[in-house]
């Protein structure tokens, strides 16, 4: 009975150490109080103790998620190192009667089956803010369905594939010095603001603003938008103020010709960066280059608030439980 019962402490004591050992942990901030969850289902957990207005800050490493429904901050330690990644994909519904946005900071947000991550409102009046994020699918198909909210995206990612953010009950999107991978399809209920953005597909849209942009396949937007300044392929129609660009053409015409034709291959050094002769050439309507590099908020991934660097056990008190130090840099 004795050797059962040493054996069975060494499975809980193994069992403590491996979850210390985990690198992944999640803090939560409730005013000046902290908690720390560790393993996959970390993040799970702070939301079950969180309330509207509270921080949860994710080390890096892939999170289980389910679905949040609490206007919160979810802070990763970067969209290449702190991951979201669910096999239903995650739903974020953001409760009515709140005063608090929904805010996501600094990951990614990555289904691993066919399914999609969608953003709720619940009144129409509800807020989102998503900032220097990355929402990826595995299949090409899906896209970021947001719904009956006011969604703020800056400096981000949005690689969907056929088409990037599916918009509807009107929902209104702002993008912001961000990457969308897939363009934007056309909803009479849903409205789009985009500034100094690169859309890498097809734009079709309705009673939205594009300004400063770049596109990179021909497309189409009707009399109800507004547009202006933006760089977009050789046959697109309905834009106002705008250059075009092809993939073969003789001599580069003035960006100051609206129907000027510039060669494409010759206006970017990599990573969505234009030469620095087209960054001196093309210029927007305020006063910088266009694309993600110009604007208010030129495009940086690295998160500018502090992050969980590391998870260390020191020791064990009297009563067994672990003594673990998290640093945050």
């Known amino acids: 009975m004795k050797r059962i019962f040493i054996s069975l402490l060494t499975v809980i004591a193994c069992s403590m150490a491996a979850m210390a050992q985990d690198s992944r942990v999640a803090t939560l901030q409730h005013g000046t109080n902290i908690k720390a969850y560790y393993g996959p289902d970390a993040l799970v957990e702070a939301h079950k103790g969180a309330v509207d207005g509270d921080i949860i800050t994710l080390s890096a490493g892939e999170f289980n998620a389910g679905e949040i ?10 969209m290449d190192k702190t991951a979201i990644a669910d096999y239903n994909a995650t739903t974020f519904i953001i409760p009515g009667g709140t005063s608090y946005p929904l805010s996501l900071e600094g ?6 089956s066919d399914y999609a991550p969608s953003i709720k409102g619940t009144t129409g009046s509800e807020t989102v803010l998503i900032s220097k994020c990355r929402f990826y699918a595995n299949y090409r198909s899906t896209r970021l369905s947001i719904y009956k909210c006011n969604a703020v995206i800056i400096q981000s990612i949005i690689d969907h594939g056929d088409y990037a953010i599916d918009a509807s009950e009107n929902a209104n999107v702002t993008c912001i010095n ?3 991978v ?11 603001d985009l500034q100094n953005c690169f859309i890498e597909g097809k734009l079709d849209v309705a009673y939205s603003s594009i300004k400063n942009c770049i596109i990179s396949e021909v497309c189409t937007v009707n009399e109800t938008n ?31 010709e609206p129907d000027a034709v510039v060669v494409w291959d010759n206006l970017f050094t990599g990573n969505y960066h234009l030469t620095d002769e087209a960054s001196q050439t093309y210029i927007g309507t305020n006063g910088t280059e266009v694309g993600v590099y110009g604007g208010t908020y030129p495009y940086e991934k690295t998160p500018d608030y502090p992050v969980v660097k590391s998870l260390d056990v020191i020791g064990s008190h ?3 439980k672990l003594n673990v130090q998290i640093n945050v840099e």
């Open 69 to 78: 429904s609490k206007a919160i901050t979810i802070r990763g330690e970067g």
């Open 107 to 112: 990951l990614t947000v990555r289904p691993t």
């Open 178 to 180: 961000s990457i969308l």
């Open 182 to 192: 897939g363009g934007l399809s056309y909803s009479s209920t849903g409205k789009y």
């Open 226 to 256: 507004t547009t202006s300044h933006c760089l977009v392929k050789e046959g697109s129609e309905g834009f106002a103020d705008s250059w075009y660009i092809k993939s073969v053409a003789p001599d580069p015409g003035p960006w100051d």
């Open 318 to 320: 009297k009563d067994g």
